[in-house]
């Protein structure tokens, strides 16, 4: 049985983190997905197209680990699976962030010959789960951007069962995927990504 | 007969989209204008030289489709008649927005010899009416500015008549102009325009 | 005898004035100053070294025409001179504005070997008062800093009696000055002047 | 004994500094911290890994110069002993702030092998105690990263006793110490390097 009360609980989280995520230019236009763990086999997750700063309760919706509606008929996010394997991969990932951001989009595209972003030398790389140092390197991966939803909740779990360390990804001319045990932690990790992201993108300006 | 009430719903949402546009930097120092359907001939529409984030009720107007004020004797944007013309061509149209982002004007002048811009790639082409991946073209075509509303009005309905699907225009050196169903697909069609632009400005500056 | 009424009327305009204009980014760390005119030989104007963001009522002082201070025993801005030039040419002058963004720092001390900025092709030019057409030129001289007060005053005014279409100037590395009749139409100058700036700084990051 | 009055006024204006810091986007992700001198042996500073944009006052505690807690069983931030070096060197300092912005960060990575950034021409420099025109040189030293904090502090600390007039510095790829008599004016420092790392970041965009 779904304890609504939780269901409600995070509904709130994620209508909080998408007047952040929107208010900071990276949901733009109804793009971007959020999700939070409601238990074991459940999430809360936004229904799609809506506006990601003006959500409403009524826009969150549960759906099952196989992304199935539960107790509605509203449609969920097109990117539905990518939120489910991530759940079903680590009991412990609390919420899934999705975003749309300029400085993902710019510099994945720039980057149109590597599938990973390398980031090293940056304090702020600690802002990770067990980075204790700016010293070591973050590997974000980078995929290509597909329709097919299917193949790139494959390629995504295939990824992260060979590296589990890894904090996020990235999709080619798209956006950026990152999770954590609570809203909070997964907030931040999209806020250091953007930073981190964005001082690369900077660096490539001048120096390329 | 003119639907009052209508008028003043649309006018209430045309302030509050001008509130939103000046706050994102994309309709500065009085400029732009904006307008919202009332019935099949009548437009309401920003008063000239007005202050686009302090808009008030008196501050939008209503006009015909040929432009012609109607119950007042404010002058309404000299860009009225590219409204017009717009509202004529489809009947689903329900607003139109012009605005000048520093993105819009800077992109269009870098591409000096373009009469086009393309977009290819990139997810947030899907915020457009029927566009369903990031794999086809989306083209924006740019006008060259000129103070002669009329030849321009007639530019853009020849365009428009011929490539019907277009969701927007550019003007170089001016600003962009888009349209939609509702205020609020409008107002997705300019911030999924203005991140593509602010993006293809950012690639140029790593990769020109 | 002064009217302490238009006095505290236009310290509230100059007070309301430096939290748009800090809160664009474009008065940091103290800099700037601000005045608007109380009568023909007077004018309320910012004390040295206040945050521009958070004026009180006491932070506006009167000066009369030549800079010595009425009714205070406050020191008004180091650069109260040049405001009382701009008033004694021209009667109709109602405020001046002095800001110090980021884009008049850069883009002056790029254009290191030439003594104006000349802007042509944008739409946003009829922002200034006379001008009907992105076809002409807007020329907007740059002054050398200097901590001279007096010998920047009797240039500025030579340029203006000179040039007295030009709405605006630039001190190289340090800043803008702009005016008009009202508080808004110089607050609409400065949107213009920055917008312009921004877009010039945005080109050369391109094309240069 | 300490004044727990001091300590609790202190604490607020840590608050604020923090809800301004991380609202300007130089605080991103838990990083920085933060602090303000209780008396001449004890400071409040941030506890480690908050939120700086939603400091309670629970976040700050109090720690003497030798950087020991004070009344509290909490972590304070791991470079609280930079903190401690700056109130022990200097008895009129009132409050040390530490920030992580894009500029800091991309700026020191590309003037990859100079340990120093050189200020002139700029008006701002004059937000700078001393400092009364554009002509001279303001010189941020610029430290190379690293976790050992203790080697830091003898760092900083012996630079600061050879050039005493130095109004901040640099951790490369890491982030920015400032330091004030008060809070208000160590924020004023915060805004003027901003200000003109950011210049300096531009200037290299265009003329590298």
Chains 1, 2, 3, 4 share one sequence.
Not at 76 to 92: D, F, N, R
Not at 132 to 159: C, K, M, W
Not at 170 to 180: A, K, M, V
Request: net charge negative; with cysteine; glycine share 6%.
């Amino acid at each position: 049985m779904i304890n609504l009360a939780t269901y409600a609980a995070q509904a709130q989280h994620v209508i909080a983190a998408g007047q952040f995520l929107y208010g900071e230019g990276w949901s733009p236009a109804t793009s971007s997905n959020y999700s939070a763990r409601i238990d074991e086999q459940h999430l809360a997750i936004t229904v799609s197209g809506k506006h990601k700063g003006q959500l409403k309760a009524e826009d969150i919706m549960i759906v099952d680990l196989a992304g199935q509606p539960v107790l509605s008929q509203q449609k969920s996010s097109a990117e539905t699976l990518l939120h489910c394997v991530l759940y079903e991969w680590q009991a412990e990932i609390g919420a899934v962030l999705h975003t749309h951001s300029k400085a993902a989009t710019v510099l994945t595209r720039l980057l149109a010959d590597q599938d990973q972003l390398v980031l090293e030398g940056y304090e702020l790389q600690k802002a990770f789960p067990g980075v204790t140092s700016h010293e070591g390197q973050v590997v974000i991966p980078i995929f290509e951007n597909t329709q097919d939803i299917r193949t790139l909740a494959g390629q995504s779990l295939s990824y992260l069962e060979q590296y589990p360390d890894t904090p996020a990804y990235l999709i080619r001319g798209h956006g950026l995927y990152t999770w954590g045990k609570t809203m909070a932690d997964t907030l931040r990790h999209i806020e250091a990504m953007e930073f981190l992201m964005a001082c690369e993108l900077e660096l490539l300006k001048v120096a390329r």
